[in-house]
């Protein structure tokens, strides 16, 4: 199936330091989703972005919904050891029965 | 949030058997589940849509006689793998939508770490 085209693939951080990714497509979604999966465990919901141009904060999480729907990107600021883990964003499209597309992941690292 | 759990967190089961994993949401009622498939180091990769009262939806590729689909209630649906080989061995991870908001998220269960020797 689609996947997203998600970015960096993996990332070695020193706690403190901020960092970004994002998510493109070449096809535009009503809504982007972002989500933190540690080891052996399910996905948890970060962020939920609903209209073009959206900027939203969670913590020290912000996320935007791109203006052209075709992308959107997710900064974390000030890291901490326990950010690591990956990073999926997800897209969905309205009347696709709330189905999501996932992108490869974001692995991230943060060095003590 | 609504919370999704997920029964039992790991299995392992003998070739040729069959396995069933359940998908409950705890605090909210779900019209709709996913299940998905994850192998190591990789996304998630959609395998249904769990419809409540009718037939699950299969994404192109997975088979329906392997992957056996049943939400017979708002809060439950369970994924049956049957005649079970090494290479189904994988994390299954459900999804849920909360049918009583107007908000589009899906909420994960914790996961399934099948292996099937």
């Known amino acids: 199936g689609q996947q997203l085209n998600q970015s960096p693939q993996s990332m070695f951080i020193q706690e403190g330091e901020d960092v970004s990714m994002n998510c493109t497509s070449s096809?535009?979604?009503?809504?982007w989703l972002w989500y933190k999966q540690d080891p052996g465990e399910g996905p948890v919901l970060l962020i939920a972005l609903y209209k073009a141009g959206e900027l939203t904060s969670n913590g020290r999480l912000t996320a935007q919904f791109g203006i052209t729907r075709k992308d959107s990107f997710l900064n974390i600021s000030a890291s901490i050891p326990s950010d690591v883990g990956i990073y999926f964003c997800a897209g969905q499209r309205r009347g696709s029965n709330y189905k999501l597309t996932f992108g490869k992941g974001t692995l991230l690292t943060v060095n003590p | 949030g609504a919370v999704v759990s997920q029964h039992p967190s790991w299995v392992i089961c003998k070739s040729g058997t069959s396995v069933k994993i359940e998908c409950r949401s705890l605090?909210?009622?779900?019209?709709?589940m996913f299940w998905y498939r994850q192998f190591p180091k990789q996304s998630l990769m959609l395998m249904a849509t769990s419809n409540e009262g009718s037939k699950a939806t299969y994404e192109q590729g997975v088979e329906k006689d392997k992957f056996l689909i049943n939400h017979a209630s708002l809060t439950l649906s369970t994924l049956t793998v049957t005649s079970a080989h090494p290479e189904d061995s994988s994390f299954y991870i459900c999804?849920?939508?909360?049918?009583?908001?107007?908000?589009?998220?899906?909420?994960f269960g914790q996961g399934t770490r099948l292996t099937v020797v």
């Open positions: 096809s535009i979604f009503n809504t």
């Open positions: 999804s849920a939508r909360d049918a009583g908001s107007f908000d589009t998220e899906a909420f």
């Open positions: 605090d909210f009622q779900a019209t709709t």
